[in-house]
């Protein structure tokens, strides 16, 4: 590895611009209301120039010498422990850093239209600019340490940004949910580093890769688990996924940062980054696929059921990041696929939730997708962007997620015995139900009658906001064609992720991506007839008992409810009444014992001669009485 030269030796920038925007927003009080909006849009898309000149710097280099570190200080001289502050500036790294500041700074445009009238609207600004800065660390660390700082600092961005408007309880509570939550995944976070520094010793990248031969088995299984839990957290994968719906309460340009650039994507880098590892422990690796398997699969049932625009849209999110886990799984044959999936879901995903933002301005914050309908007509560039979204989210042939998401089902194809048959087979069934739930959301919201009430009166956004998704929907619809067919995002990422392996699907490539496209058809098929040419009933029916329990998000609360928050409040009761009665109850009991005795031997303390001589006519009878017993 190289020391950075050129411009990758002020890659340190891209952390310091947007965080330096967060501190000057949040300390220059409101004499910046007006200005402090445009400085964090500005330097944000500062830290995107700085980014973009470092891939050109890598690209004309050899593949072999695109990764160079970045020494910045020493850090932890502790014993054992001597480890320096630095980033790593590779392949990977930078590719996340191209859509973190470009996705993050076209959000930051549009909020400027969306959060216009926000009265706090400078203290929003400064919260996005440190979940940018944040998410930068993150990615551009070049230790699980460094790695974990940025870790929290999304934590805490979006704890701010989720409870943004925390005068609602309702919100301040899915803040609250979403940080307890991430803090679970946090555990698995430490204890990888605990059992990597225990066996190694080390907790830079480059060590841990290099110790990584010769390891034991167990060891790697534990690190791989621990790691994966971690992932949980962050990308919202089974069982910790109940977070990301509520998430919803936040500004809807925090949701698109959140589901598109930032805070779920975390996970999936982590993964992919220690893919060493992984790739060294088959266990470890086929519980990865297992959890995106179960999550990709819970998304899209859930998404089925929704009413709420933005939760609709969430649930796809959770299962579109469930077929990057699992693409990650399946280990060398996925992980670079893992990452384009990634790059056009922030495109597509940003755009369509941006989209619902401007359904929500011209449809004074509804959300019930079953009082749109017809938008079509009012709304024609929301429409046509948030358009080109669905359809390269359903792998509409030609389209971004047509590329990417093909290649994840085609490599859970591959393989020997029952694997490739059921996570294939999930991945290929959950790509039809994509079809028609996202199919019935977009049918919903812009086609079929209007059912908006008189009161409402839908308009199309400024171009503050218009101009954003404009931009998306291009990368939308045509940045898979890009990376994909020319193999551009593999060949990029092979020096990090290793080669790509050339499998064998179970089911040919040619006939699997022919039934890819025929399960499409046919969901987008039913959700026309259901949603487009039959009426849309204002009030939802009851529905089947797999309905409900979709609309229910398949009991994640409740199981949450027995499986943690019952016991843990039986248990805090139990130790709570052990302290108070046993504890407490044990030295309590002790002093009011010695208390009272105290009390009692006072008062046979009177100074009279008469009592003091009873006292001990009465001792040497005690005393006579018990040595006549015992004669």
């Known amino acids: 590895m190289h ?18 925007g967060a501190a000057v927003l949040l300390l220059g009080g409101k004499a910046l209301d007006k200005a402090g909006p445009y400085l964090a849009v500005l330097l944000s898309w500062a830290a995107f120039v700085i980014g973009l000149l470092i891939v050109l710097q890598l690209h004309g280099r050899g593949a072999e010498e695109r990764s160079m570190h970045l020494h910045l200080y020493s850090w932890i001289p502790a014993g054992a422990l001597n480890l320096d502050a630095g980033l790593l500036i590779d392949q990977l790294s930078t590719t996340f850093v191209l859509l973190i500041t470009f996705v993050g700074s076209l959000i930051m445009v549009y909020s400027l239209g969306y959060m216009e009238h926000d009265p706090d609207k400078r203290r ?6 440190l979940f940018v800065a944040s998410m930068l660390l993150l990615v551009l660390a070049d230790s699980y340490v460094l790695l974990f700082v940025g870790w929290e600092g999304v934590g805490l961005a979006s704890y701010l940004l989720i409870g943004f408007w925390n005068w609602n309880p309702a919100y301040a509570t899915a803040a609250n949910k979403a940080f307890f939550l991430n803090r679970v995944g946090d555990m698995g976070m430490i204890l990888a580093m605990a059992i990597m520094f225990w066996a190694w010793g080390k907790l830079d990248f480059a060590g841990v890769n290099a110790a990584v031969a010769g390891t034991g088995k167990g060891t790697l ?16 994968q089974f069982p910790l996924q109940s977070w990301l719906g509520d998430a919803m309460a936040g500004p809807t340009p925090v949701s ?16 992919v980054r220690s893919n060493v590892i992984f790739t060294a422990s088959e266990n470890a690796r086929l519980a990865v696929c297992i959890v ?50 990634l790059v056009t879901h922030g495109f597509f995903k940003a755009g369509m939730f941006l989209g619902a933002g401007s359904v929500m301005h011209g449809m004074n914050d ?10 079509s007509t009012v709304m024609k560039i929301t429409w046509v962007t948030f358009g080109l979204g669905f359809l390269a989210i359903i792998g509409f042939p030609g389209l971004s997620g047509f590329w990417s998401k093909d290649k994840i089902i085609e490599s859970a194809f591959v393989g020997e015995g029952w694997k490739p048959w059921v996570f294939g087979l999930t991945a290929l069934l959950a790509a039809g139900v994509t079809a028609f739930y996202m199919s019935r959301l977009f049918f919903m919201t812009f086609m079929g009658k209007r059912r908006w009430t008189e009161d409402v009166h839908p308009h199309e956004s400024p171009l503050t906001m218009t101009v954003p998704m404009m931009i998306l929907a291009v990368g939308s619809a045509f940045l898979g064609l890009i990376l994909g067919p020319t193999n551009i995002m593999t060949d990029w990422l092979e020096p990090v992720v290793g080669a790509h392996e050339e499998g064998h699907p179970v089911i040919g490539q040619y006939p699997l991506m022919a039934i890819t496209v025929v399960l499409m058809i046919i969901g987008v098929a039913i959700a026309w007839k259901m949603y487009w040419r039959d009426d849309v009933p204002i009030t939802p029916p ?27 409040l039986h248990l805090t009761r139990s130790l709570v009444f052990f302290d108070n009665k046993v504890v407490d109850g044990g030295g309590n009991g002790l002093a009011a014992g010695i208390g009272g005795s105290s ?23 005690a005393i006579l009485g018990a040595w006549w017993v015992v004669q």
């Not at 929003?124 to 600019?129: D, G, I, K, V």
């Open 124 to 129: 929003f600004f400064a919260y996005l600019n």
């Open 366 to 375: 509804q959300v019930d997708m079953r009082r749109f309908g017809g938008l």
């Open 599 to 621: 009390a009692r031997l006072k008062k046979m303390q009177n100074g009279y001669v008469r009592s003091y001589s009873l006292t001990m006519l009465l001792g040497v009878v």
């Open 292 to 341: 995106g398997a179960i999550t990709l699969a819970a998304g899209a049932i859930i998404g089925c059921a929704k009413d709420d625009l933005k939760k609709a849209l969430a649930a796809s999110t959770m299962s579109q990041i469930g077929y990057m886990v699992l693409a990650a799984g399946l280990g060398p044959v996925g992980y670079a696929f893992a990452i384009f999936h």
């Open 256 to 271: 698109a940062l959140i589901h598109a650039a930032t805070m779920v994507t975390a996970g999936v880098y982590l993964i």
């Open 542 to 568: 009851v529905g089947s008992a797999l309905t409900q329990a979709a609309r229910r998000d398949l009991g994640q609360d409740d199981l949450n409810e027995a499986a943690f928050q019952r016991p843990g």
């Open 221 to 236: 299984l534990a690190i791989g688990l621990c790691l994966l839990v971690a992932a949980c957290g962050k990308s919202a």
């Open 3 to 20: 020391d950075a030269t050129g411009v990758a030796s002020v890659g340190w920038l891209m952390i310091a611009l947007p965080l330096l």
